[in-house]
């Protein structure tokens, strides 16, 4: 079980990590340095938030060896990545219903914290404010 003391980082916020030219990478950044304090807990994220990175990154049409090295990095990291679960899809369709400004796999994020009892998450993405239980970092 994940620690209470953790957080999501969502595609946003490691997308504008990674992204030097993306309106909130100095945000970004002095948010990584305060995760890598150690105060905020361990940092964790899901397979479905690195596939919609990488999609984003090719999108954007990031060099491939660029992408190549972020995947790499992520995949291979499998302390940082949160399991699903059996019942995950039916909770996040169950948060989508509810939450319209939620894309599915904004809603899938929101039933990863809820799963794992967390209740941060690193994200330029205003979709998550006003979920009960959920309070974005940005």
């Known amino acids: 079980m994940v620690s209470k ?8 916020f490691l997308f504008a990590l990674g992204i030097e030219t993306d309106a909130n990478h100095k945000r970004a950044k002095e948010l990584n340095l305060e995760l890598a304090t150690g105060r905020c807990g361990m940092a964790f994220y899901t397979d479905f938030i690195i596939a919609e990175l990488l999609t984003a990154l090719r999108m954007r ?18 302390e940082h990545v ?16 509810k939450y319209s400004r939620l894309s599915f796999f904004d ?11 967390l209740t941060k998450i690193y994200s330029f993405d205003a979709g998550f404010d006003g979920v009960k239980g959920i309070e974005r970092v940005f």
């Open 107 to 117: 809603a899938m994020i929101v039933a990863f914290a809820k799963e794992y009892n």
């Open 82 to 97: 949160l399991a699903k679960t059996e019942t995950l899809s039916e909770n996040a369709y169950e948060i989508f219903k």
């Open 61 to 78: 049409r990031v060099k491939e060896d660029s992408i190549e090295r972020e995947g790499d990095r992520l995949i291979k990291d499998k």
């Open 5 to 12: 003391l953790a957080v999501i980082l969502d595609t946003s």
